[in-house]
């Protein structure tokens, strides 16, 4: 990660997918999965 104070889109990018993943790959919450990937990241900072 890089040291701004956001994450960067890679990181979120990365991030969501997992997030995609742990769900069992169903589709229709990728708006839903970036948010709370930024979320994550942002707390984990």
Known sequence: ???S???SA???R???YHRYLERGG???MDFEDW???E???K???
Do not use: N
């Open 39 to 41: 979320r994550d990241l």
């Open 5 to 7: 104070s956001e994450p």
């Open 10 to 12: 890679e990181d979120v």
């Open 1 to 3: 990660m890089s040291m």
């Open 14 to 16: 990365m991030r969501a």
């Open 26 to 28: 169903g589709h229709g």
């Open 35 to 37: 948010l709370e990937a």
């Open 43 to 45: 707390i984990r900072r």
